[in-house]
């Protein structure tokens, strides 16, 4: 089944003119899986998004699709058996997106970072592991001599490191995985909308939520729908204040940081985990392209949930971890990328709880006026936690039907794709698209962002089929040219923005403001993280 169009008067003619079964808020991976999953049962479905699908948490995760090791020490057996079936789910359903990652675990030996006691309990873990689930991608975990952990992490500082473990896991591209499964929503029927805010929702005379009053395009029309599911991440109290009249403060944001190191400073060739002494915790070193991300930490957060940024001590916190387990440190100056991002933790209620500990398992609450709340849970699960969710919905509704998205093939996974690595991990069977692009105007197989891997053909895709508008959506999350590397975007602004400006419909004025507001973005990132900048109005300053 061919995707309809996404042209976005269409879309928002749809909106203003039919009466929805399910309008879904947030466009994250939880109601992109929503609004996915409801379609698939043959409900007629909407999805708006306040700024651009995956914008919030969804494109800022650690990139990875797994059970989590941690949760078996918080004897979460449940979340972690789940999230292993799901992996298994999603490796099946969207190949082309996501992949077998094997994981090294450095069992050092000096400064107690990791003692033979806990080095036995690891292995233990990794078997627990290994029966709850990780078996199932075909590979059982191991432990390899020193030499080979080498080989894979040539920069582990060899007089502390004795041996390691070797086990298999997943990753993904997260804010493309979110985008992919809002396209096959939209590939079922949905009807789904970025850049698009609820200012309020609709009660009928019984004082049920039948919609919601949106703003797009600065206009502001009503939304009709029987049904409403918040899927907005740390944003659902926002939601449920509009429904309810009362902030139910039930959101622990809890920010989560990465930065993003040229790979050459690491040389891994498989991911790592590293413990943080005293933490009671790991980071983990994952391999990306030509760059190695780090991260996570895990911190409570009560700051603006709009622009949460990395503070130079979360910066400080990855690379004194780093630092205390590599030959060659690591500093301020070899950091090309940062991300933050927000975990809409259920609040546990206790005084003094960390957010480390914290359960990741998801709720689905359905209010009086009839607003269905989904939260929690995490990026490997949002499939289950969709599925659950709808639900609820179809009991709402009166209607039977079990999810079908168990073996619901996302856009791309199946039909021909192409011999280019880089377009076919992206694209799957829509690679072709782009390729045909370039076909059509040699031009565009130009790098989009010089230094970077990405080609002018995937930005004007963006804008035609991905509902990109703004530059951010382009180098943020329908490439991920931002995290790669923000002063290279930044110093590509002017000329990336003179691309998308015909096909946006931007006048030269609206090309240099876009661009000056990009620049800004980078900037301000860059400065709240200590980090030095030098493009200045797109020129360098140095």
Not at 69 to 83: D, G, I, K, P
Request: glycine content about 8%; proline content about 4%; some cysteine.
């Amino acid at each position: 089944m061919a995707v309809p169009s996404l042209n976005r008067s269409d879309v928002l003619e749809a909106l203003r003119t039919t009466t929805f079964d399910l309008l879904v808020i947030g466009g994250g991976i939880t109601g992109a899986g929503v609004a996915l999953d409801a379609a698939a049962r043959g409900l007629s479905v909407a999805l708006v998004e306040r700024d651009d699908f995956a914008s919030g948490t969804s494109s800022k995760s650690s990139k990875l699709i797994h059970g989590g090791l941690r949760y078996l020490q918080q004897r979460e057996f449940r979340l972690v058996y789940e999230a292993l079936h799901e992996r298994q789910r999603i490796l099946r359903n969207a190949p082309h997106l996501v992949r077998i990652l094997p994981f090294l675990i450095p069992i050092l030996s000096k400064d107690g970072l990791l003692n033979s006691k806990l080095s036995r309990a690891l292995g233990s873990a990794l078997w627990m592991y290994d029966v709850t689930g990780g078996a199932r991608i075909g590979k059982l975990h191991r432990r390899v001599k020193k030499a080979k952990a080498l080989e894979h992490m040539p920069t582990l500082r060899e007089p502390n490191l004795a041996a390691a473990y070797l086990y298999f896991d997943a990753q993904a591209d997260d804010a493309r995985l979110t985008l992919t499964i809002a396209r096959t929503a939209a590939r079922e029927g949905a009807t789904i909308i970025n850049h698009t805010k609820v200012v309020a929702l609709l009660k009928d005379h019984n004082g049920q939520a039948c919609g919601a009053t949106v703003e797009a395009d600065s206009a502001r029309f009503d939304v009709s729908a029987r049904h409403i599911v918040n899927a907005t991440g740390v944003w659902s109290d926002e939601i449920r204040l509009l429904d309810e009249g009362s902030d139910p403060n039930s959101i622990r944001p809890a920010k989560g940081i990465h930065i993003a190191v040229p790979w050459s400073k690491v040389r891994n060739d498989i991911a790592a985990i590293v413990p943080v002494p005293k933490d009671r915790r790991s980071i983990f070193v994952v391999p990306w392209g030509d760059i190695t991300y780090i991260g996570t930490t895990d911190t409570d957060y009560d700051g603006s949930i709009d622009d949460p940024q990395c503070t130079p001590e979360d910066i400080a916190y990855l690379l004194k971890a780093m630092n205390l387990v590599v030959s060659e440190p690591l500093t301020t100056e070899d950091v090309v990328g940062t991300w933050a991002g927000l975990r809409p933790l259920i609040s546990g209620g206790s005084v003094g709880e960390k957010t480390a500990d914290l359960s990741r398992r998801h709720a689905v609450r359905r209010s009086d006026n009839g607003v269905i709340t989904v939260t929690g849970g995490k990026l490997t699960t949002y499939r289950r936690m969709a599925a659950d969710t709808v639900n609820v919905v179809m009991g709402a509704l009166g209607r039977r039907g079990r999810t079908t998205t168990k073996s619901l093939r996302l856009l791309g996974a199946v039909g021909t794709t192409t011999d280019d690595a880089h377009l076919a991990g992206r694209y799957g069977s829509e690679a072709p698209e782009i390729l045909e692009l370039v076909a059509s105007n040699p031009a565009l197989a130009e790098s989009l962002v010089p230094g970077l891997p990405y080609i002018k053909a995937e930005a004007i895709h963006a804008v035609r089929h991905e509902m990109a508008l703004t530059i951010d959506d382009v180098l943020s999350r329908r490439t991920r040219a931002r995290l790669l590397g923000s002063e290279l975007t930044a110093r590509a602004a002017e000329s990336v923005a003179q691309l998308l400006g015909p096909e946006l419909g931007w006048d030269d004025k609206r090309i240099a403001a876009e661009a000056s507001e990009y620049r800004a973005s980078i900037a301000a990132e860059r400065i709240a993280g200590g980090l030095d900048y030098s493009v200045a109005d797109g020129q360098s300053s140095s």
